[in-house]
């Protein structure tokens, strides 16, 4: 793995209680993504970053925030979690969009979640 | 970004070359095509991209179809470690990759 590596690895938790995951990455890139990967839906983008303190949606960012207050590290928080965001969440990180040369995505490990 | 479809599952001989396919008939002008592959429950690998020219790495060769609307991934010489799902997905300048069902390619010894 491209020095990136996500905490907790593993989290079981109850709805209705806030969660936060984080991604650490040792690369310096500029961005910087969350996804979540289901049974049937394959990978879906939740939130990106492009830069310190500029973020953006994904295809499912509903019931999600993200920060990023300094390059290496992206936190992506559940406010309220629910049952429907069990899942395991990949971090991934980019020199440059994926539209540029070179700039293919690295993934962290995974985090897998539960809301009971 | 241009929708993508794959087979859901292939299977190749060790040693053998595995050539999966990949349809793009929408693609534009200016979307590349990417293959990045999942082994079982680790983060998804690039492997490789293009945009009109075949390309080649340590890892896969790139086949695009001169009208582009379709590619192919080749691995040469195929191992139980090239087991995983692999993603085809047309990009297109936006910062993100829309990853489908991919396809599931089994290595058998």
């Known amino acids: 793995d491209a020095g990136i590596t996500q905490s907790p690895r593993h989290k079981v938790t109850e709805t209705g209680t806030p969660v936060t995951l984080r991604c650490h990455q040792t690369e310096n890139h500029r961005y910087m993504y969350w996804y979540r990967q289901d049974p049937g839906h394959g990978l879906r983008l939740i939130h990106y970053s492009y830069g310190v303190k500029d973020t953006d949606k994904g295809e499912v960012s509903d019931g999600y925030s993200v920060s990023r207050s300094k390059t290496e590290d992206f936190l992506l928080t559940l406010e309220s979690a629910t049952s429907s965001q069990t899942s395991v969440y990949f971090c991934?990180?980019?020199?440059?969009?994926?539209?540029?040369?070179?700039?293919?995505?690295?993934f962290g490990p995974g985090t897998r979640l539960t809301v009971l | 970004d241009a929708k993508t479809t794959q087979p859901p599952s292939m299977d190749c001989a060790e040693g053998r070359a595995a050539n999966l396919p990949c349809n793009h008939s929408t693609i534009s002008g200016n979307e590349y095509v990417y293959w990045y592959r999942q082994i079982h429950s680790q983060g998804p690998q690039y492997i490789i991209h293009?945009?009109?020219n075949n390309e080649t790495n340590e890892m896969a060769s790139l086949i695009i179809t001169e009208d582009r609307k379709s590619s192919t991934l080749i691995l040469p010489h195929a191992t139980l470690r090239d087991t995983a799902v692999y993603y085809c997905?047309?990009?297109?300048?936006?910062?993100?990759?829309?990853f489908g069902q991919g396809t599931r390619l089994t290595i058998n010894p």
């Open positions: 991934a990180i980019s020199w440059g969009p994926p539209l540029a040369v070179d700039n293919e995505q690295f």
């Open positions: 293009g945009l009109k």
């Open positions: 997905i047309a990009v297109q300048g936006a910062q993100k990759l829309v």
